[in-house]
């Protein structure tokens, strides 16, 4: 009774930092409080530390991130002998230096490896044993025992393909998986609110839109996350400053009719900046990443309200 009380009383706590997200945090919450470890699967900028950050701030515990790529071996995970003490020395408990795996058992953290599935075998066996056993034996050190507190969550991107292992059945088995993906509109422009401090909704709504619509678009694979969309708010505000370009009240969210022209080439401009770098154009489209981004601005712009116009 006590646990679920003080449960209710997290999320209640977190949430007032979230936007949105009720229901992905519930489901996160209830895996770790349950002693679950766990995989969150989903694309880049979906509220994934964001909601982990949150939950070990208020629980008083640190998040240790981990990468997972071809380098992230069992040593470095576990950790590694000084090699210069041990000529010194020979080895001791002493000259340890832990690695990211042992420092969370330690101190009973969540040990967080984004992109689960690019780390090689050997170091996901690795961690497979430390969440199974809640303990792990190191030679000339001995053995290192997980305070409850110790989780290990994975996050892997549904779309990555490359370079990754494909996780066995047996991986799996043993791990909670929560899905999740991206926001409505609505909640993005919260964030984004949140994020730059800005109080220009016109500007929000229209970074908005177009960042959602490179998700969407037939020659883009990857579209950008809320984080291009929080830059193009920043990058456009700076640069209508510079061009003394005054920033439309909003009107119409949806769709935007009657724009002063230098506002829209302001936002054509800002949309170069903050997200050609995101994008990821398919190859077999003959395109760049600026004509698609050109187009996506012409039909947020031009075309969209034009066919919204009434008569
Ligand atoms: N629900 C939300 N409430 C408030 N801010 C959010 C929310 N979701 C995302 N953000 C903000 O958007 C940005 C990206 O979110 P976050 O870093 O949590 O994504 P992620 O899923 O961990 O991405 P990646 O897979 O690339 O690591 C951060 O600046 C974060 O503050
Ligand atoms: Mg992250």
């Known amino acids: ?3 679920l009380t003080s449960i209710i009383d997290v999320r209640r706590r977190i949430a007032a930092h979230i936007v949105g997200r009720d229901r992905e945090l519930d489901l996160l919450l209830a895996a770790v409080a349950a002693g679950r470890d766990l995989l969150i699967e989903g694309p880049p900028g979906t509220s994934k530390s964001t909601l982990l950050g949150a939950i070990t701030a208020d629980w008083g515990i640190p998040l240790l991130f981990v990468e997972g790529n071809a380098d992230l071996t069992p040593a470095r995970i576990v950790g590694h002998h000084n090699p210069s003490r041990v000529l010194r020395e020979d080895y001791s408990e002493d ?4 690695g990211p795996l042992v420092e969370a058992m330690r101190t009973g953290g969540f040990l967080y490896v984004e992109e689960f599935n690019r780390a090689p075998e050997d170091t996901l066996n690795t961690l497979l044993t430390a969440m199974a056993e809640r303990r792990i034996t190191i030679p000339r050190v001995g053995t290192v025992s997980a305070l409850p507190s110790f989780r290990v969550v994975a996050s892997m991107n549904p779309y990555d393909n490359v370079g990754t292992t494909r996780l066995s ?3 799996h088995d043993r791990l909670c998986r929560l899905a999740i993906g991206y926001q409505d509109a609505e909640a993005e422009r919260g964030i984004v609110a949140l994020r ?3 109080d220009s909704l016109r500007l929000i709504a229209d970074a908005v839109a177009i960042t959602r619509a490179t998700r969407e678009h037939e020659d883009i694979t990857q579209g950008s996350s809320v984080r291009g969309a929080i830059d193009l708010t920043l990058v456009a505000w700076q640069l209508a400053s510079l061009r003394e370009v005054t920033v439309p009240d909003v009107t119409d ?4 009719r009657d724009l002063p022209d230098n506002y829209r080439q302001v936002m054509l401009d800002a949309v170069y900046v903050a997200l050609s770098g995101r994008i990821h154009v398919d190859d077999t489209a003959d395109a760049t990443p600026e004509t698609i981004l050109h187009r996506i601005w012409e039909d947020h712009f031009l075309l969209r309200p034009a066919a919204a ?3």
């Open 1 to 3: 009774m006590t646990l």
């Open 95 to 98: 000259n340890f230096i832990p």
């Open 253 to 256: 969210i949806e769709p935007p």
């Open 169 to 171: 059945t047996s991986v």
């Open 196 to 198: 730059t401090e800005s």
């Open 309 to 311: 116009a009434p008569g």
